[in-house]
Structure formats: C-alpha cells, structure tokens
C-alpha cells in the first residue's frame, strides 16, 4: 500500500504534469499566467516533501550508524565545538588512557 506522503508527490507531480499539458492549448494571457502561478506552486511543495523526506531518512541512517557504533565498540567521532569550526574531529578508540602514534 501507498503511504500518504508518496501519494502527495504523486499528486504534485501528476498536477505539474497536467498543467504542463494545459500550457500547449491555446490560452488566455491570464489563463497562462494562472497555470505558471499553479505550476511553481505544485512545484515548491513538491521540493518541500522531498526536502522533508531526506531529513528524515538521513536522521534515520545517522541514528542507525550511532546504535552500531556503540554496539560494536567502534570507534566514535566527538562533537566538539573545535570540530564545529571545521577543524579535525577528535577521535576515540575505546581503550582508556592508550595514546598510540604511528611512525615512519
């Protein structure tokens, strides 16, 4: 079954579909203009459903990568405000107190 918010993206993108089609008639100027109005309309709130399903789906995959994560013991990437200003992530691999560095 369908659930309801593919059956809205159906519906705009079916809407932008016909009034596409209307455009080829022949139409008034204010006809014309109406169905530019009526096609940016179905338009911005077809960006506005997608726009909303992938923040939802990305909150879902990033909560699925954390629940792993802290399941295997893998290694976790902290939120510090450092990491927010674009600067490298601090990076902790579950063992306490061990610093290990690589040499060449």
Same mark, same amino acid.
């Given at each position: 079954?369908? #659930?309801?918010?593919?059956? *809205?993206?159906?519906?705009?993108?079916?809407?932008?579909?016909? =009034?596409?089609?209307?455009?080829? @008639?022949?139409? @008034?100027?204010?006809?014309? *203009? =109406?169905? $530019?109005?009526?096609?940016?309309?179905? =338009?911005? *709130?077809?960006?506005?459903?997608? +726009? !909303?399903?992938?923040?939802?789906?990305?909150?879902? #995959? #990033?909560?699925?990568?954390?629940?792993? !994560?802290?399941?295997?013991?893998?290694? +976790?990437?902290?939120?510090?405000? !450092?990491?927010?200003?674009? @600067?490298?992530?601090?990076? $902790? $691999?579950?063992?306490?107190?061990? !610093?290990?560095?690589?040499?060449?």
């Amino acid at each position: 079954m369908i #659930d309801f918010k593919t059956a *809205q993206v159906r519906r705009h993108r079916q809407n932008i579909e016909r =009034y596409s089609r209307l455009l080829v @008639t022949e139409l @008034t100027d204010l006809e014309r *203009q =109406y169905l $530019h109005k009526r096609i940016a309309e179905e =338009y911005a *709130q077809l960006k506005r459903l997608e +726009k !909303a399903a992938f923040r939802a789906t990305a909150w879902q #995959d #990033d909560t699925r990568v954390e629940e792993m !994560a802290s399941s295997s013991g893998l290694a +976790k990437v902290s939120a510090s405000p !450092a990491s927010k200003l674009g @600067t490298e992530p601090e990076i $902790h $691999h579950g063992v306490a107190g061990s !610093a290990s560095r690589l040499r060449c």
